[in-house]
C-alpha cells in the first residue's frame, strides 16, 4: 500500500526544538522529490520545505530559513524535518508529501505541532 | 513571491449545480497551476495539474482551464462529497506559494 505516516509531533515551548519523521512505503522513495508543508488552525496551506530525491536540491520558505532542515535516508525511506527556535506561528500541522511530475500528489495524515508556554 | 487569489471566497450551490472557482496569479506562472481539494480533519487531495490535467482517479466533472494570470477550476454538477475547501498553488516559482482557499458550501 502507497502510504506516508508523519510523526514526532508534539506541544514544544517557544525557542524550542522538535523533529517530524514521514516513512513512506509502497513505492521508490529515492525517485520522488517530497516536501513539508503546513497548515495552521484554521488557515490555509504553506509549503515549508522541499528535497528532491538526490537531496541536492533543497528549498525553505523564508518564514522557515535558518531555523528548520529538511533532509531524507532512501535507505530507511524517510523523509524528515528538524525544527529549532520554535515560534508560536511555527504551530501548525505538518504534511509530508511526494512530488510526482513536479506536484505533491500523495499526502500523510498530518502530525500537529503546538508551540506554547 | 507570486500571490494568488482565489474567488469567492465562499460558493453557496446546491448538488447538481455548476460550481466555477477562480484563481489569479499576481504574475505570470504559465500552465505552472494546480488545484487542491480538502475536507474537514483530512490532508489535502491534488485535483488538477498543469492547470488542466486531472490527477489519477479524479472524476470527469472536475477540470481547469487558463493559462498566465487566470485560472478556473469548474465542477459540472455538484456531487454531495463535493463540498469542500479548494485551493489553487503554483509551481512556477520558488516559493511555492497557494491561494488563500475556497469554500464551496451546499445551499
Known amino acids: 500500500e502507497v502510504q506516508l505516516v508523519e510523526s514526532g509531533g508534539g506541544l514544544v515551548q517557544p525557542g524550542g526544538s522538535l523533529g517530524l519523521s514521514c516513512a513512506v512505503t509502497?513505492?521508490?522513495?529515492?525517485?520522488?522529490?517530497m516536501s513539508w508543508v503546513r497548515q495552521a488552525p484554521g488557515k490555509g496551506l504553506e509549503c515549508v520545505a522541499y528535497i528532491n530525491g538526490g537531496s541536492i536540491t533543497i528549498y525553505y520558505a523564508d518564514s522557515v530559513k535558518g531555523r528548520f532542515t529538511i533532509s531524507r535516508d532512501n535507505a530507511k525511506n524517510s523523509l524528515y524535518l528538524q525544527m529549532n527556535s520554535l515560534r508560536d506561528e511555527d504551530t501548525a500541522v505538518y504534511y509530508c508529501?511526494?512530488?510526482?511530475?513536479?506536484?505533491?500528489?500523495?499526502w500523510g495524515q498530518g502530525t500537529l505541532v503546538t508551540v506554547s508556554s | 513571491e507570486i500571490v494568488l487569489t482565489q474567488s469567492p471566497a465562499t460558493l453557496s450551490l446546491s448538488p447538481g449545480e455548476r460550481a466555477t472557482l477562480s484563481c489569479r496569479a499576481s504574475?505570470?506562472?504559465?500552465?505552472?497551476l494546480a488545484w487542491f481539494q480538502q475536507k474537514p480533519g483530512q490532508a489535502p487531495r491534488l485535483l488538477i495539474y498543469d492547470a488542466s490535467n486531472r490527477a489519477t482517479g479524479i472524476p470527469a466533472r472536475f477540470s481547469g482551464s487558463g493559462s498566465g494570470t487566470d485560472f478556473t477550476l469548474t465542477i459540472s454538477s455538484l456531487e454531495p462529497e463535493d463540498f469542500a475547501v479548494y485551493y489553487c498553488q503554483q509551481r512556477s516559482n520558488w516559493p511555492r506559494t497557494f491561494g488563500q482557499g475556497a469554500k464551496l458550501e451546499i445551499k
Open positions: 508529501a511526494r512530488h510526482r511530475a513536479g506536484w505533491p500528489d500523495l
Open positions: 504574475q505570470s506562472v504559465s500552465s505552472y
Open positions: 509502497g513505492f521508490t522513495f529515492s525517485s520522488f522529490s
